[in-house]
């Protein structure tokens, strides 16, 4: 039987690698990670196709690899932040039969958890807490208004997957 990906949604440093990786563990399916497998197939990390080649073609990135993955079975797949916030990439999901979650932490704790990491091109900026809040808070309704469920991923990993293996019975 054919059972649609499990969708991890949610803004940079929530945790949907981490939880995505313990969910599809606890599941016995397979896991993939949107950025890498976008970096594999590119042959370039996230902030060399943003330097090199620009956000837009990123994004045409991010949609192919949605219309791959989306018809995989038993995955859980872990988006990058800005997959979710356009509507075709969420249509395409849907269509699949999946469930989006959506991982959601404060904008505080992003930045605590992202504190000296540059791999993410859209915060290698001065006033990161400000674009982070900003960021963060055109995002939310977005995603929220692609998810099923949504979690409090400020929690443990462990809390995290077991919430969401409890809502998606
Ligand atoms: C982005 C999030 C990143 C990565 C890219 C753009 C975004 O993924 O796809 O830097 O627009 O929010 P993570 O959410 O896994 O950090």
Redesign the pocket.
């Known amino acids: 039987m054919t059972q649609p990906p499990i969708v991890l949604c949610?803004?940079?440093?929530?945790g949907?690698?981490t939880v995505g990786n313990m969910l599809a563990h606890k599941l016995g399916w397979q896991f993939v990670?949107?950025?890498h497998f976008?970096e594999h197939r590119a042959g370039k990390t996230?902030?060399q196709i943003?330097d090199e080649l620009g956000e837009p073609a990123?994004r045409a990135m991010?949609r192919e690899a949605v219309g791959i993955l989306s018809s995989q079975s038993r995955l859980v797949i872990?988006?990058?932040?800005?997959?979710l916030?356009f509507p075709e990439n969420v249509e395409v999901f849907r269509k699949a039969g999946c469930p989006i979650v959506l991982l959601d932490v404060p904008p505080e704790e992003v930045a605590r958890r992202l504190q000296g990491d540059t791999?993410?091109?859209?915060?290698n900026v001065p006033d990161r807490l400000e674009t982070i809040r900003r960021?963060h808070g055109a995002?939310l309704p977005l995603y929220q208004k692609a998810a099923d469920i949504q979690v409090d991923a400020a929690k443990s990993p462990e809390l995290v997957v077991e919430n969401i293996t409890l809502s998606l019975k």
């Open positions: 949610g803004f940079m440093g929530c949907k690698t990670d949107m950025d976008i996230v902030s943003f990123f991010e872990a988006t990058g932040g800005g997959v916030t791999s993410r091109p859209l915060l960021l995002r």
